[in-house]
């Protein structure tokens, strides 16, 4: 017994059946997704918000490495703010697509980015998007922009929180979700965003970039993360192989 230990533990709001269908889903549209490009003609990416990038510049220089020591940085900083960063991880080819950086994080501007994702290839015949169930990913702008793809008069889609595919959030997922639209979503389980690729690579940008950088400015820290990107598109990105079949591991 070790009563001044604690460990964290969150009570799942789905049942495990639930839980399991989505994670199978999942993992099996990441398997599909090079046939699906190939084939077909579907983008399929996973994406997500990066928020509170902060643009970090330490107080003095950092002492470069020497045999036997590590670089050592500055402890001091002065903080100029922070982005956020919006982005797509290609599923079937590597890489990411179309991002977008800026102050806010707003249900119009996750529906401008995914707007802007959606031009950058007219060629395509699909877009899947792979995002977790945050309210700015299943929100009413974001059904006006799929409904206006697919011809849709805005008056068969109802009043928001009163009636029709506007009237809550469980209303507006199942329509964003139809996959017969030209562009669509796929929703991890609640409290699996972990499932989401695009949280590798924000992994890697936090550890090559932002952790060992020193930005002067907001301007800097944006001028930085799209020359990493640009970097890691051109000479790192390749798609991820995943192994994961949504069952538990075993030893």
Known sequence: MKPHKTQGWLNPRCSAEVVAQGVGAL???????????????????STDEKTGMQALERNAPDKPLQVGQVRKQEYEYTRHGTL????????????????????????????NHIEQT?????????????????NTHQSESLVRYVADLEGISPGKLGIKGQSGVLRSMVSRQVFLREATHRVYFVYTPK?????????????????????RGNFCSKADLQRQVEEFITYFNTVLAKPFKWTYNGKPCTQ
Do not use: M
């Not at 590798?200 to 940008?205: D, N, P, V």
């Open 84 to 111: 956020c960063l919006l982005a797509n991880w290609d599923i079937a080819q590597g890489g990411i697509v179309q991002p977008t950086l800026s102050d806010t994080r707003t249900e119009v501007d996750f529906k």
């Open 27 to 45: 993992c099996q549209l990441y398997q599909q997704a090079p046939q699906r490009w190939q084939q077909e003609g579907i983008r399929t990416v």
């Open 191 to 211: 409290h699996c965003s972990w499932l989401n690729q695009i949280e590798i690579w924000f992994g890697i940008l936090s550890r090559k970039l932002l952790r």
């Open 118 to 134: 959606v031009l950058s290839d007219p060629s395509a015949k699909q877009w899947c998007f792979v995002v977790d169930q945050l």
